[in-house]
T-cell receptor
Framework: GAGVSQSPSNKVTEKGKDVELRCDPI?????LYWYRQRLGQGLEFLIY????????KSGLPSDRFSAERTGGSVSTLTIQRTQQEDSAVYLC????????????FGPGTRLTVT | AQTVTQSQPEMSVQEAETVTLSCTYD???????LFWYKQPPSRQMILVIR??????QNATENRFSVNFQKAAKSFSLKISDSQLGDTAMYFC?????????????FGKGTKLTVNP
């Protein structure tokens, strides 16, 4: 079946502009995660959605970052007033549900802020 | 603080040989999950192996196996009969589940190169 998809694959934006990154999880997966991967680093947790519960936003680095998940499926990560330090690969993952299940990752969006 | 440490930034191995990647972690939890993920140049994160902390038996998946030492908080990955396609970044990760939320905490990764 289809895996996790993300769009766009690459995004170049000017400093100060807003960007939206999209994630389509695997159908039937109730849990959705966003991570950030800076060059040469491991992944950093950003936000977690589980069903209709309030999301865990504890990993968002600043109030310029926000995310939503509509209808328990598609998610959008928005970065306002982008800064050069926001340049990274943003990875989305989904899993069947809460409880230690495997997270399936999308191919990521490479964001470059010039 | 929950942390994952991978002490080997880079490793190399000859094709068909065996290599072990190290990982240690820090947690006060008793029940948790540990993972090894592989990230080839394509950027796609792929699960290699998963271990449940309450299971004493080490997980295995074909040529991949782990040495899970709970008391020492160590979770190393052994790759047997290395293949060229194993060349990738390998990330050790620890899953924290608290208050209805969960997330993976990753190490910084080990870059593995398999040489022909």
């Amino acid at each position: 079946g289809a895996g996790v998809s993300q769009s766009p694959s690459n995004k170049v934006t000017e400093k100060g502009k807003d960007v939206e990154l999209r994630c389509d999880p695997i159908s039937g997966h109730t849990a959705l995660y966003w991570y950030r991967q800076r060059l040469g680093q491991g992944l950093e947790f950003l936000i977690y959605f589980q069903g209709n519960s309030a999301p865990d936003k504890s990993g968002l680095p600043s109030d310029r970052f926000s995310a939503e998940r509509t209808g328990g499926s598609v998610s959008t990560l928005t970065i306002q007033r982008t800064q050069q330090e926001d340049s990274a690969v943003y990875l989305c993952a989904s899993s069947f549900q809460y409880g230690g299940y495997e997270q399936y990752f999308g191919p990521g969006t490479r964001l470059t802020v010039t | 603080a929950q942390t994952v440490t991978q002490s080997q930034p880079e490793m190399s191995v000859q094709e068909a040989e065996t290599v072990t990647l190290s990982c240690t972690y820090d947690t006060s939890e008793n029940n948790y999950y540990l993972f090894w993920y592989k990230q080839p140049p394509s950027r796609q994160m792929i699960l290699v192996i998963r271990q449940e902390a309450y299971k004493q038996q080490n997980a295995t998946e074909n040529r991949f196996s782990v040495n899970f030492q709970k008391a020492a908080k160590s979770f190393s990955l052994k790759i047997s009969d290395s293949q060229l396609g194993d060349t990738a970044m390998y990330f050790c990760a620890f899953m924290i589940s608290q208050g209805g939320s969960e997330k993976l905490v990753f190490g910084k990764g080990t870059k593995l190169t398999v040489n022909p």
